[in-house]
């Protein structure tokens, strides 16, 4: 005989009123900072779910993700990080044999841009650990 799992899936008033105060670690949260290239898509008491959307050309201002964070690419494939002085972090050209992974993870993203140097769009959805220490 097979079981049968159920669940209900509910969300009250209280989540959503919830959600319109969003984490923000620092004034310098890429949310806060660059709006329109970090939207969030979930967030609970555990991680803030981001949807990154970096245009092809596009520069972002100089923001931080200080959680640590596991990203799933969507699309794009070569990016300039540079730090808050101008000076390049990576440079994804300067390797011809580069293929950006599907996943990653970083522990801390220190204040930096991202310009997006690929002809497509960067789209990357990044699940930031509420819990993980700050770095």
Not at 13 to 30: F, H, P, S
Not at 106 to 119: G, V
């Amino acid at each position: 005989m097979l079981g049968v799992v159920t669940f209900r899936v509910g969300i009250s008033l209280d989540v959503i009123a919830q959600n319109e105060d969003r984490m923000t670690i620092d004034e310098l949260d890429g949310v806060a900072v660059a709006p329109n290239n970090h939207k969030v898509i979930f967030e609970n008491d555990e991680v803030r779910v981001l949807e990154t959307t970096i245009a092809a050309g596009e520069r972002t201002p100089i923001h931080t993700h200080l959680r640590p964070t596991v990203m799933y690419v969507l699309s794009g494939s070569h990016f300039v990080r540079r730090d808050e002085d101008g000076n390049t972090m990576v440079n994804t050209r300067a390797n011809s044999d580069f293929v950006l992974p599907k996943v990653l993870f970083a522990h801390s993203t220190p204040k930096h841009s991202i310009e997006n140097t690929d002809t497509l769009d960067l789209v990357v959805i990044g699940v930031e650990l509420k819990n993980g220490h700050i770095r």
